[in-house]
Antibody, heavy 121, light 110 residues
Framework: EVHLVESGGGLVQPGGSLRLSCAAS????????MSWVRQAPGKGLEWVAN????????HYVDSAKGRFTISRDNAKNSLYLQMFNLRVEDTAVYYC??????????????WGQGTVVTVSS | QSVLTQPPSVSAASGQKVTISCSGS????????VSWYQHFPGTAPKLLIY???ERSSGIPDRFSGSKSGTSATLDITGLQTGDEADYYC???????????FGGGTKLTVL
C-alpha cells in the first residue's frame, strides 16, 4: 500500500528556516515525479514545487524561487523541501504528492496527510 | 488570483446534477491534461479525474470530466450530502513552468 508521510513542520519566526521531509513507501519511489503542494488557512491549494525522478529537473512557484529547495534521495525513498527566509505568507499545510505518471499534467494520485508550517513572531 | 478560474461556490439539491467549470488558457488547459480533486478540510485531497476524463481508482461513475479548448468541467450526478466538499481543477502551465490549481469551488448539497 502506498504511503506518504510528511514531517518537519512547526512554528518558526519570519526569516527562519525549516526542512520538510516526506517518507514514501509501498511503491518504486524513483519511478515517480514528486511535488509539494500547500494550503494556507482559508485559501485554496497552491502548487509549490516538483522534481523529476532523476533528481535533476526541478520547478518552483515564483514565490518560492530563491528561498525553497526541493530535493530527493531515491535510495532513502524520501522527498525534501528546504525552506529559507520564511515569510508569514508561507504559513500553510504542506503536502507531498505523487504524480500518477510523468506528463499527466499534475495528476496526483497519492498525498500525504500534510505537515503544518506556521511562520509567526 | 488563480491562473485557472473556477466559480467560488455551486449548489444543487440532493439527487440532482451539478457542473463545476474551470477556465484557463492555451498555456495550461489548452495544451495539457486536466485533473480534478475533492478536498474535505483537514484531510488530504483526493484525485477524482485525470487525463481530462479518466476516473481515478474507486471513484464512482457519478463523477465525470471533460475538456474543450481552454476549459474543463467536472460533472457530479446523483448528488449526495457526502459530496459536500471543495473541488479543485489542476494542470501544468507551459509558460509559467509550474503546476497550477483553480481557486476551488465549494459544493453545497441542498
Amino acid at each position: 500500500e502506498v504511503h506518504l508521510v510528511e514531517s518537519g513542520g512547526g512554528l518558526v519566526q519570519p526569516g527562519g528556516s525549516l526542512r520538510l521531509s516526506c517518507a514514501a513507501s509501498g511503491f518504486i519511489f524513483s519511478n515517480h515525479l514528486m511535488s509539494w503542494v500547500r494550503q494556507a488557512p482559508g485559501k485554496g491549494l497552491e502548487w509549490v514545487a516538483n522534481m523529476k525522478q532523476g533528481e535533476s529537473e526541478k520547478h518552483y512557484v515564483d514565490s518560492a524561487k530563491g528561498r525553497f529547495t526541493i530535493s530527493r534521495d531515491n535510495a532513502k525513498n524520501s522527498l525534501y523541501l528546504q525552506m529559507f527566509n520564511l515569510r508569514v505568507e508561507d504559513t500553510a499545510v504542506y503536502y507531498c504528492a505523487r504524480e500518477l505518471y510523468d506528463g499527466s499534467g499534475m495528476a496526483y494520485d497519492y498525498w500525504g496527510q500534510g505537515t503544518v508550517v506556521t511562520v509567526s513572531s | 488570483q488563480s491562473v485557472l478560474t473556477q466559480p467560488p461556490s455551486v449548489s444543487a439539491a440532493s439527487g440532482q446534477k451539478v457542473t463545476i467549470s474551470c477556465s484557463g488558457s492555451s498555456s495550461n488547459i489548452g495544451n495539457h491534461y486536466v485533473s480534478w480533486y475533492q478536498h474535505f478540510p483537514g484531510t488530504a485531497p483526493k484525485l477524482l479525474i485525470y487525463d481530462n476524463n479518466e476516473r481515478s481508482s474507486g471513484i464512482p461513475d457519478r463523477f465525470s470530466g471533460s475538456k474543450s479548448g481552454t476549459s474543463a468541467t467536472l460533472d457530479i450526478t446523483g448528488l449526495q450530502t457526502g459530496d459536500e466538499a471543495d473541488y479543485y481543477c489542476g494542470t501544468w502551465d507551459t509558460s509559467l513552468r509550474t503546476g497550477v490549481f483553480g481557486g476551488g469551488t465549494k459544493l453545497t448539497v441542498l
